[in-house]
């Protein structure tokens, strides 16, 4: 394996300088460059944005599918790449559950005949909750969890960028600070004295040979020990700031201002590199943060189809039951018991009772002698307190002559006379006339 070993020792460098900034920064004792006011409250919104959809989608997945097991087991398909394997809903398991019995406890009796008719209704309810689930997690979940594993994957990325390149600008104005310092104080330093940097330490054999040497060597020396030219070195210089890694020797006052100058040279390049990035790098999270808008109206979007979801699956689930309650009040025995009471009650039971416990109530046509219905409902009058108008919200088909079929969106007019069963209205189309469920309508004002 080939490793650069100089890229490998710069990237080591630059961590560590990263590091110290950072570290300087939490207890106080480096200067930090502050974002504008709208760059953090983008970042603020974008932090809220993130966290509400984690919490949105979470509770969703619940709605949806309440057994965790179950949501396990779908998050390890979807991990996986492979399809979810197809899953009985628990209204279709009941329904299967109700048509065992019925076969078992005999179809044709009236327990047997209800059973069927209620597993078919939870096998279409059933059906419906699991094209509700079905539609709800392409349209909903599907965008919340793309924004979470994708765009915002890709903000935070950009963040963690332009964070480092934060601590480099930091670190470049802090060791820009430093030079001009120990630039500022070798210019006032007289003739011959050490001139390095608050934030430079000797090694311990640097200061050995400080120690014993306490004067310039002469020519004489340098020439004896140094045929090439190179002068003795008197003390090493450890600089604490990495980028600084040359040893030093004892330099005339002319030369060290000129190092000096050099390190303030390139302190200064190094700032104009990392202020140049940094602008990039701000621009570009810049334009990340502001596409937050447009995340939102995506899920304004996705929001609005939940809800036409949620409200299809709830007007099916409402027309199967008003469907099953219709076809239960046709079965006489269904709520009948099979014993007679012991001590039958003392009065009869008044029409409006026993609508209030019976699915379909007793109509007009009920209230009058056999072979008079008709003529009775065709009698009716509109009541002197006046009639409103409706607007059917499903087809509806007439069980018997006196009641009247509806079909969808059409407008009738409706009034209730005395006596009548509560969930009952009589309406008038044209020169038609007959009992319709109140349920089944939308009064208008």
Known sequence: ?????????????????????????????AEKTELDAHFESLLARADSTKNWTEKILRQTEVLLQPN????????????????????????????????????????????????????????HL?????????????NFLTPLRNFLEGDWKTISKERRLLQNRRLDLDASKARLKKAKAAEAKATTVP?????????????ASASATLEDTCRPPSWAEWKEDYPGGWRRPCFFLVPLNPSLTLARGCLSLPKDR???????????????????????????????????????????????????????????????????????????GTFVGTAEPASPPLSSTSPTTTAATMPMGPSVADLAPPGEAALRLEEVAPPASGTRKARVLYDYEASDS????????ELITVYSLPGMDPDWLIGERGNKKGKVPVTYLELLS
């Open 1 to 29: 394996m080939d490793f650069n070993m100089k890229k490998l020792a710069s990237d080591a460098g630059i961590f560590f300088t990263r590091a110290v900034q950072f570290t300087e920064e939490k207890f106080g004792q």
């Open 68 to 123: 965790p097991s179950a949501r396990v087991e779908e998050f390890l398909y979807e991990k996986l790449d492979r399809k979810v394997p197809s899953r009985v809903t628990n209204g279709e398991l009941l329904a299967q559950y109700m048509a065992e019995a019925a076969s078992e406890l005999g179809p044709t009796t009236p327990y047997g005949k209800t059973l069927i008719k209620v597993a078919e209704a939870e096998k």
């Open 126 to 138: 059933g059906a419906a909750e699991r094209d509700f689930i079905h539609t709800a997690s392409i």
């Open 191 to 203: 003739d011959f004295q050490e001139t390095r940097p608050r934030n430079y330490i000797l090694s």
């Open 258 to 332: 000129k190092l000096w100058n050099d390190e303030v040279d390139k302190a200064e390049q190094e700032l104009r590199v990392a202020q140049t990035e940094f602008d990039r790098q701000a621009e570009v999270t810049r334009l990340l943060l502001e596409g937050i808008s447009s995340t939102h109206v995506n899920h304004l979007r996705c929001l609005h189809e939940f809800i036409e979801s949620q409200t299809t699956y709830y007007a099916q689930c409402y027309r199967h039951m008003l469907d099953l309650q219709k076809q239960l009040g046709r079965f006489p």
């Open 402 to 409: 006196s009641e009247l079929a509806l079909l969808a969106d």
